[in-house]
């Protein structure tokens, strides 16, 4: 298995321009999870999937950021407009049914810059 | 309002020696918890966990003690190897809450030769 693939690696925007970061999860997965790691304020839940139905989008900073999972095998997350503040790694994670004691598979993260 | 903490964020340790992490929490409905490990340009890779109901969890070099009077929990290492050196998380789960897990803000560890 390939585990969690996101892309891109790394996007650099501009203040203001809208910005995609995909994530395709391990096939058989219930869960999906987006996560935003920055130094103050470590990896914060932004909001998770199960089933692609979201279930709690409570983490989600602000009305400019929207998250979709139309199928089992693709996410999207998508910040419009970007700012500064959104510099950050976001990561995706998929997880199974009943597995949260085993971890969850975290992909290698999008890491953010936006000027 | 932070549910798990990591309060130190760095910490460095002589290869052979060694390390604990620490990790304290505040909801006692948690019923599990769980350290990563992460390098840096990767995820987060999951290390060890342990249930409420136990007080130590053990995988070779890494154990994991959870005193559940102070809401504590710790990651010892033994012996750190310089290969140890990474950014270690905490989380924490509750049954029933679809896999949702809550992270403290991580530890740098750093092992010298």
């Known amino acids: 298995d390939a585990g969690v693939i996101q892309s891109p690696r790394h996007e650099v925007t501009e203040m203001g321009q809208e910005v995609t970061l995909r994530c395709k999860p391990i096939s058989g997965h219930d869960y999906l999870f987006w996560y935003r790691q920055t130094m103050m304020r470590g990896l914060e839940l932004l909001i998770y999937?199960?089933?692609?139905?979201?279930?709690?989008d409570s983490g989600m900073p602000e009305d400019r950021f929207s998250a979709k999972m139309p199928n089992a095998s693709f996410s999207t997350l998508k910040i419009q407009p970007s700012e500064p503040r959104d510099s950050a790694v976001y990561f995706c994670a998929s997880s199974p049914l009943g597995q949260g004691y085993y971890g969850y598979t975290f992909g290698s993260g999008t890491r953010l810059t936006v000027v | 309002d932070q549910q798990v903490k990591q309060n130190s964020p760095s910490l460095s340790v002589q290869e052979g020696r060694i390390s604990i992490l620490n990790c304290d929490y505040t909801n006692s409905m948690f019923d599990y918890f769980l350290w990563y490990k992460k390098y840096p340009a990767e995820g987060p890779t999951f290390l060890i966990s342990?249930?409420?109901?136990?007080d130590k969890n053990e995988d070779g070099r890494f154990t994991v003690f959870l005193n559940k009077s102070a809401k504590h929990l710790s990651l010892h290492i033994v012996p750190s190897q310089p290969g140890d050196s990474a950014v270690y998380f905490c989380?924490?789960?509750?049954?029933?809450?679809?896999?949702?897990?809550?992270f403290g803000g991580g530890t740098r560890l750093m092992v010298k030769p």
């Open positions: 999937f199960n089933n692609n139905v979201p279930i709690d």
């Open positions: 989380a924490a789960g509750t049954l029933g809450a679809g896999n949702m897990l809550t």
């Open positions: 342990i249930s409420s109901i136990k």
